[in-house]
């Protein structure tokens, strides 16, 4: 890695659990952020839903995403959330208005209103991105999946991690299936990863990965299973696109009470890389 722990300099690495019998891991996607610009034949800087003025939050936030938030640079991107000024009006944020923009990334189609195709979706692998978080109170990281539905018949999803900006030790991994209403959670509460160590994972770049078969869900964080679904009936089998982004203020964080608390603040989500590798035969 780069030497400021930024930039990765080592290729692409491999998957921190062996290929099944007869089988190799492949790369079948890998952004390095290694140009100066968002490659936006590989990412989009907005949901599934942009007909153009991009999206806005997912969950009764603050945030407005703008291609502009995303900064590519020495080999990462950072995704940069700030105040907004003024306000753009949507009806997904807070109060009908969006007082923050922020930068987003996707493999989602670029133009959902112009027959436009994902720009990138698989079925089963193993996916991976390393990237430094801010731990901030009111600030929200999401690496998660969803269907490649242009219906947005959204039926599961896979929250690689979701994490509140106040408590930089619990990083909440989940599967929701029957269309959303059912959910495993990898986590026994706050302050629990599973089988992984609850420490601050906010001081330097951290490593969260999913590994997605027909038989089962395993969440990594730093290359160590954290928790493991295995009700392969109720997995989801048709292909999933990647999002990753930070939100603010969301309704979690206000059900909690920990929401933003300065609305000056200027945060970053820098991005190291996003991958994901599939199995192919040896």
């Known amino acids: 890695m780069g030497s400021n722990g930024g930039g990765s300099t080592a290729g692409t690495g491999a998957p921190p659990i062996a290929a099944a019998a007869g089988k190799r891991w492949k790369v079948s996607f890998s952004e390095e952020f290694n140009g100066t610009t968002l490659d936006r034949s590989k990412l989009s800087p907005c ?17 407005h995403y703008q291609p502009s938030q995303v900064v590519v640079s020495n080999g990462t991107a950072k995704l940069i959330a700030a105040p907004l000024s003024p306000a753009f009006s949507s009806s997904a944020c807070q109060n009908g208005s969006c007082t923050y923009k922020a930068g987003l990334l996707s ?42 539905d242009p219906t947005y018949n959204y039926r599961t999803e896979i929250d690689i991690l979701e994490e509140l900006g106040n408590d930089p030790t619990t990083m909440f991994m989940t599967y929701h299936y029957n269309n959303r209403d059912t959910s495993f959670s ?5 302050y629990n990863n599973g089988h ?5 994972y906010s001081k330097d770049f951290v490593r969260m990965g999913l590994d997605w078969e027909p038989d089962h869900i395993a969440w990594y964080i730093n290359g160590v299973e954290c928790a493991r679904f295995t009700n392969a009936s109720v997995i989801e089998k048709g292909p999933m696109q990647l999002i990753l982004h930070m939100m603010v203020d969301n309704n979690w964080q206000r059900r909690w009470n920990v929401g933003l608390t300065d609305p000056t603040l200027v945060r970053q989500l820098e991005v190291d890389y996003i991958r994901v590798y599939q199995q192919a035969p040896a």
């Open 47 to 63: 949901f599934d839903w942009n007909t153009g003025d991009c999206t806005s939050t997912f969950n009764e936030g603050r945030e």
């Open 107 to 148: 493999t989602a189609r670029p133009t959902a209103s112009n027959g436009s195709k994902y720009l990138y979706s698989f079925t089963y692998g193993y996916v991976e991105s390393r990237f430094k978080f801010p731990a901030t109170r009111g600030f929200f990281t999401a690496f998660w999946m969803l269907p490649t």
């Open 186 to 190: 990898g986590n026994s509460g706050q």
């Open 196 to 200: 992984c160590a609850v420490k601050d």
